[in-house]
């Protein structure tokens, strides 16, 4: 195995491009997310040889399945290798950002986006699927519903899901379809926004429209905006800075898709702000023409178990979507996409295992379709430490020791075969992670795989 890799040249620019899609807008901040000098990162972007395990968790980090765009056939400069060392967490004082990749050099989506090939090597799943990934599975008519629902006047989307279950995805194929019918469009995460972000509702608010603004090149107006904000207020000013410089008479409609919209659940009086305002720019759209060209998609992971004013929020209005697993046809074809000739007992054993979890399902299709393992392998020691879902249930395992709690709620769970009776917010967190589902008021594990690895460890 080589000591260093570098990207082949042809992959360089959808690579840098998949930055920002992946929530990376620098190249400082992946670094900082992975623990990775931005040396490093640099070295990796611009095709120059970095260490071999470095490689590999940048890639991971971005989503991309490192063999696909490794150059195994350059010699390695050993001479120009960065040492295992320099995967070292940079400090809060480091340097100021260095963009990732100079937003003016990038093609439109229109341009770069193509239609999924016909054939493609399996893809390591993790975070967003490519908008031209060969494996994103469409759940009909949850996408066509959306694409329709984007266009009109004032549009609202709200999805909701537990994690990993495609919802970041499907927001930016929505995006998508609105860029191609010629709306400006922004994703935002609040993943993104530190701590120090959600001090107060004033501090939340600056950093949201400074973000939209940012991505807008709309970024040098919004201080006068806020000039007035001790007077009339943080929600009047956000509202001012969209009406006269983001929704202008001569600009096209602005679609907004904001991800991860949880975190502010952990805020309740910025969260009565942010989305009360939401709601009443939404309603704006019914009376006054500048905010019919304002679309707006919400994405999260749990109930609202925050109290809102019914007439406040905007998780009451709209067209809701909520994800569902995969069924028996959606993984059988996922199945021939991976290469797999499965039977109908195959699709069965699995998802036996995992349901219908679009990404339990995909990264056991990935490990098969590598032959790492065969379906048997996979089943037998999927709850164990050398099955390939280790890492996965470790992850879910750390962060339920760090809430003792949903440690004790999820140990309740597993340690019957019954549906459970939970506190409210407890059982909506756990169906938010993903580990349990909601059958009315009650909980059960998500899947099999679940059962029997909470249930040895907990």
Not at 27 to 32: S, V, Y
Not at 109 to 136: H, M, N
Not at 166 to 179: D, F, P, Q, V, Y
Request: with cysteine; net charge negative.
């Amino acid at each position: 195995m080589p000591r260093s890799l570098r990207l082949r040249l042809q992959c360089i620019p959808a690579i840098k491009s998949s930055l920002l899609r992946n929530g990376f807008p620098s190249q400082k901040i992946l670094a900082e997310d992975l623990g990775i000098a931005q040396s490093t990162v640099s070295h990796f972007l611009n095709g120059k040889p970095v260490d071999y395990a470095n490689f590999i968790e940048i890639c991971r980090g971005l989503g991309q399945e490192w063999r696909d765009i490794a150059d195994f056939e350059a010699e390695s400069a050993l001479d120009e290798v960065l040492p295992i060392s320099a995967k070292i967490a940079i400090a809060q004082s480091s340097p100021g950002h260095e963009l990732a990749v100079n937003l003016s050099n990038i093609p439109t989506t229109k341009q770069s986006i193509i239609q999924p090939l016909p054939a493609a090597a399996p893809e390591l799943p993790g975070g967003q699927v490519d908008l031209a990934s060969y494996f994103y599975i469409d759940r009909p008519p949850i996408e066509s519903r959306c694409y329709e629902t984007v266009l009109q006047p004032g549009a609202l989307i709200r999805i909701k899901a537990p994690r990993q279950m495609g919802k970041t995805s499907l927001m930016a194929r929505i995006l998508h379809h609105a860029e191609q019918q010629g709306s400006r469009t922004v994703a935002l995460s609040f993943q993104l926004a530190n701590r120090r972000v959600f001090a107060n509702s004033d501090t939340f608010l600056q950093w949201f429209c400074a973000s939209v603004g940012q991505e807008l090149e709309m970024l040098e107006q919004l201080p006068k905006c806020w000039e007035l904000a001790d007077l009339i207020g943080s929600n009047q000013c956000c509202k001012a800075f969209f009406e006269q410089y983001l929704l202008s008479e001569s600009s096209a409609p602005l679609t907004l898709g904001l991800d991860e919209c949880d975190r502010l659940f952990e805020c309740p009086e910025i969260a009565d702000d942010f989305f009360g305002l939401l709601r009443a720019l939404h309603e704006e759209a019914k009376r006054r023409d500048i905010w019919k060209k304002f679309r707006l998609i919400v994405v999260h992971s749990t109930e609202v178990y925050i109290p809102l004013d019914v007439n406040k929020s905007p998780f009451n209005v709209g067209l809701p979507i909520e994800l569902p697993e995969f069924d028996g046809q959606q993984v059988q074809d996922l199945a021939l996409r991976h290469g797999l000739n499965w039977s109908a007992e195959d699709i069965a054993e699995l998802m036996g295992l995992v349901g219908g979890n679009p990404y339990l399902v995909r990264l056991g299709m990935y490990h098969i379709a590598r032959q790492d393992v065969t379906l048997n392998q996979l089943v037998k020691s999927s709850a164990t430490e050398a099955g390939i879902y280790s890492d996965h249930l470790r992850r879910h395992l750390w962060n339920l020791d760090k809430y003792a709690e949903l440690m004790e709620a999820m140990r309740e769970v597993v340690s019957v075969s019954q549906p459970v009776r939970l506190r409210s917010e407890l059982g909506f967190k756990l169906n938010s992670m993903g580990l349990v589902k909601l059958e009315g008021n009650d909980c059960i594990a998500r899947c099999r795989l679940y059962q029997e690895y909470f249930g040895d460890r907990l």
